[in-house]
């Protein structure tokens, strides 16, 4: 029953995630509150790993997912969910989009879309700057608006914004120096 639910559940999030990985967030936040497989520390961490590795967030996250609950068979199933629709999306796309592509409906449908990958987008990064910037539970377990705020966090957040706009280097960089601070400032 585990193998069934992880496909059909990452099968939806492969569906309706258009956009790329980070499309896929707020769906997997939904995965959090539905079944409780893995916590929103978890896939802060595995978006941080997913970033920092090769491939996909979403095939990295879903591979996560499945070992996590049900184990090396249940990452395969996972995996295979999330990846399936963009195979089966892909070849009707190759085989309709070069006589179908002028047509006003596919482009005023593509022109639709947009606006919703980027709410995703947005929405997705929003819970991600919360997770990370924020201490809600000492807030909540305090009362102290000081511990609301993870001023480690929100300061590096600060420096990598403003070298990331000044100087365009390689994310990898960006990457790659944030684990290294992180390690030695233990965030």
């Known amino acids: ?3 069934f639910l992880l496909f059909i559940e990452f099968f939806k999030i492969g569906l309706f995630a258009i956009g790329g990985g980070l499309a896929t967030l707020p769906f997997l936040q939904e995965l959090i509150e539905k079944y409780h497989w893995f916590s929103s520390y978890d896939l802060i961490n595995m978006i941080a790993i997913s970033e920092s590795t090769p491939g996909p ?3 990295n996250t879903a591979t996560f997912v499945g070992y996590k609950t049900a184990g090396i ?5 996972a995996t295979l969910g999330i990846v399936t629709p963009s195979i089966i999306i892909i070849i009707l796309i190759a085989h309709y989009y070069m ?20 709410g995703l987008i947005a929405a997705a990064g929003f819970e991600v700057a919360k997770i990370a910037l924020l201490s809600i539970t000492q807030f909540a377990a305090t009362g102290s ?4 705020f993870n001023f480690k966090a929100i300061l590096l957040f600060a420096i990598l914004l403003y070298f990331i706009i000044k100087y365009k280097k ?4 960006y990457i790659i120096g944030a684990g290294i601070l ?4 233990k965030f």
């Open 1 to 3: 029953m585990i193998y």
């Open 57 to 59: 967030i979403g095939i």
């Open 73 to 77: 068979i249940g990452s395969i199933i």
């Open 99 to 118: 006589k179908f592509s002028e047509h006003p409906v596919v482009r005023a449908s593509l022109n639709g879309i947009r606006p919703v990958v980027i």
């Open 145 to 148: 608006l000081l511990k609301l």
């Open 170 to 173: 390689h994310p990898i960089l």
């Open 182 to 185: 992180g390690i030695f400032i």
